[in-house]
């Protein structure tokens, strides 16, 4: 099973380079991915001329199971609303049978408007735990700012607000894969039963530690998942190839305070206003 994952396409941008996305687009149609996301940052400012622009050029992705979320870019200037419009949900949730793999995909929308920050939100957690609920082989999730700082990236201002809520309920809902853009270098973090996949910048030259534009091919297969990095018309390797199933001691599941002792379940369970931590 293979998914192309590609981010921070920034349509609009003075560093945005078509050709660098029309020659990606090629190497993925090329690879044959059964699936392709499109991990945010899409446009550069989310104006009314820059999403029919990035709907033609990402109509060349040949496959035809693609998932887009929006990045921060994208929810500038009410781009939120005109992503609706060009893309549909900025929210969703997917099973399909890809590769000989029954797959739970949930991706969802972690920008606000107008702002670099990203939050998944409270009120999102049970629909997540809702679509990663029941049998699957792969559980896949997908949203545009990071968990988990990225090195190479210098300071750090912008992470999910709500990352460590986020990391214990995917945890909770054994989530497998994260896919994730944003920080505009390429970068893998193993943790808890999870592996952690950032992307590069697919067509910019917006570019921080790692200096080339870039994007990943995931292949999950004989019980590992391998990730690939690769430079649109230049270099390709490794980064990295890691079991699927971890060791149950390794993914922390029943070491965590917080999401058990507390409330008496999982994040996912919560309903309602919160009634705070009891005092010890
Ligand atoms: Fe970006
Ligand atoms: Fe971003």
Redesign the pocket.
């Known amino acids: 099973m293979l998914i192309a994952q590609i981010?921070?396409i920034?349509v609009g941008s003075s560093r945005f380079r078509p050709d660098l996305l029309q020659i990606a687009i090629e190497e993925i149609n090329a690879a044959e991915p059964d699936l392709i996301v499109v991990a945010g940052?899409i446009t550069d400012d989310g104006y009314g001329d820059q999403y029919p622009q990035a709907k033609l050029a990402l109509a060349g992705l040949a496959c035809q199971n693609v998932v887009l979320v929006p990045?921060n870019?994208d929810a500038r200037n009410v781009g939120d609303v005109r992503f609706e419009d060009t893309f549909g949900s900025r929210d969703s949730r997917h099973r399909m049978h890809l590769g000989g793999l029954d797959v739970a995909i949930v991706a969802v929308d972690s920008s606000k408007p107008d702002l670099d920050e990203g939050q998944i939100g409270r009120e999102h957690y049970a629909w997540i735990a809702e679509g990663f609920a029941g049998a699957a082989d792969l559980r896949v999730f997908v949203c545009h700012h990071h968990l988990v700082a990225i090195p190479g990236t210098g300071r750090d201002r912008n992470q999910l607000m709500d990352a460590g809520d986020v990391l214990a309920l995917l945890r909770d809902c054994r989530n497998d894969i994260v896919l994730s853009?944003?920080r505009?270098v390429p970068y893998l973090w193993p943790i808890a039963g999870m592996y952690l996949i950032h992307s590069g910048?697919v067509s910019t030259t917006?570019t921080r530690g790692f200096p080339d534009s870039a994007y990943n091919l995931v292949r999950v297969a004989d019980g590992q998942i391998e990730v690939e990095l690769r430079v649109p018309g230049g270099v390709r390797h490794s980064l990295g190839r890691y079991p699927r199933n971890w060791p149950e001691a390794l993914t922390a599941r029943d070491a965590d305070p917080f999401t058990r002792f507390s409330r008496g379940g999982p994040l996912a369970s919560r309903g309602g206003p919160s009634t705070g931590i009891p005092s010890p």
Request: proline share 0%.
């Open positions: 981010s921070d920034h940052d990045g870019h853009g944003h505009h910048t917006r």
